[in-house]
C-alpha cells in the first residue's frame, strides 16, 4: 500500500529551530513535495526534492533519502508566523500527478 | 499574475441540493486537480483535467460527483444530492503544460468550505 506518515503535532520556540520528519512507505516514488497550509488558506509550496540530499532555501531546508523512504524539513530562526501545517506529498511512479499526500504536522510556534 | 480563484469562499447547502464550485486556474495553467480535506486528514485527490477532458476521476466518487473543465470559462466541480458527508474543503489546483516526465508544482486556490446542514 501507499502511506505518508509525519507527526500530527510540534511545538517550538519563536528563534529557534525545528526539525518535521516525513517517512513514506510507497510503491515507488518520483519526487516529494513539501507544502506549507495556514489554517483555514491553501496549500503553499515550499520545496520539492528528487534526488538525495539537502535543499536549501532561506531559512527553510528539505532532506530526502530515497533509500530510507525519509525526508525532513527544517526551519530555522522560528517566526510566530510559521504557525502552520506542514503537508509532504510523494509522486509515486505511475502518476506525476496524483500525490499521495500525508495528513500534515501541525507546528505550534511559542514566544 | 493572479493566482488559482475558486468560489465561493463558503458554501452552505442542506441535504438532498447541489453543490457548484468553481475554480480559474493561473494564467497559462491548462491542467486542474481538484482535492478534498476533511478536518485534520490530507488532501485527497478527487480528478485531474486538462480543458475539455477528464484525464483521471479515480478518486472521485462514482455517484453524484462530476467535474468538468470547458474550453471557455472555469472548471467546475458538481455535487448534486449533498449529503452531510459531503461537509469539507474542496481545494482546486492548477499546474502548466506538463513536459514529459518532469512533475510540475500544483499551485493551489484558497478552497471552497462546503456545509451540509
Known amino acids: 500500500g501507499q502511506n505518508i506518515d509525519q507527526p500530527t503535532e510540534m511545538t517550538a520556540t519563536e528563534g529557534a529551530i525545528v526539525q518535521i520528519n516525513c517517512t513514506y512507505q510507497?510503491?515507488?516514488?518520483?519526487?516529494l513535495f513539501w507544502y506549507q497550509q495556514h489554517a483555514g488558506e491553501a496549500p503553499t509550496f515550499l520545496s520539492y526534492?528528487?534526488l538525495d540530499g539537502l535543499e536549501e532555501k532561506g531559512r527553510f531546508s528539505s532532506f530526502l533519502s530515497r533509500s530510507k523512504g525519509y525526508s525532513y524539513l527544517l526551519l530555522k530562526e522560528l517566526q510566530m508566523k510559521d504557525s502552520a501545517s506542514y503537508l509532504c506529498?510523494?509522486?509515486?511512479?505511475?502518476?506525476?500527478?496524483?500525490?499521495?499526500w500525508g495528513a500534515g504536522t501541525k507546528l505550534i510556534i511559542k514566544p | 499574475n493572479a493566482g488559482v480563484m475558486q468560489n465561493p469562499r463558503h458554501l452552505v447547502r442542506r441535504r438532498g441540493q447541489e453543490a457548484r464550485l468553481r475554480c480559474s486556474p493561473m494564467?497559462?495553467?491548462?491542467?486542474v486537480y481538484w482535492y478534498r480535506q476533511l478536518p485534520e486528514e490530507g488532501l485527497k485527490f478527487m480528478v485531474y483535467?486538462?480543458?475539455?477532458?477528464?484525464?483521471?476521476e479515480s478518486g472521485m466518487p462514482k455517484e453524484r460527483f462530476s467535474a468538468e473543465f470547458p474550453k471557455e470559462g472555469p472548471s467546475i466541480l458538481r455535487i448534486q444530492q449533498v449529503v452531510r458527508g459531503d461537509s469539507a474543503a474542496y481545494f482546486c489546483?492548477?499546474?502548466?503544460?506538463?513536459?514529459?516526465?518532469?512533475?510540475?508544482?500544483?499551485?493551489f486556490g484558497p478552497g471552497t468550505r462546503l456545509t451540509v446542514l
Open positions: 489546483a492548477s499546474s502548466p503544460e506538463l513536459a514529459g516526465l518532469r512533475t510540475d508544482t500544483q499551485y
Open positions: 506529498a510523494v509522486i509515486p511512479p505511475d502518476s506525476n500527478y496524483q500525490l499521495i
Open positions: 526534492n528528487v
Open positions: 510507497t510503491s515507488g516514488f518520483n519526487g
Open positions: 483535467l486538462q480543458k475539455e477532458n477528464i484525464i483521471d
Open positions: 494564467k497559462g495553467h491548462s491542467h
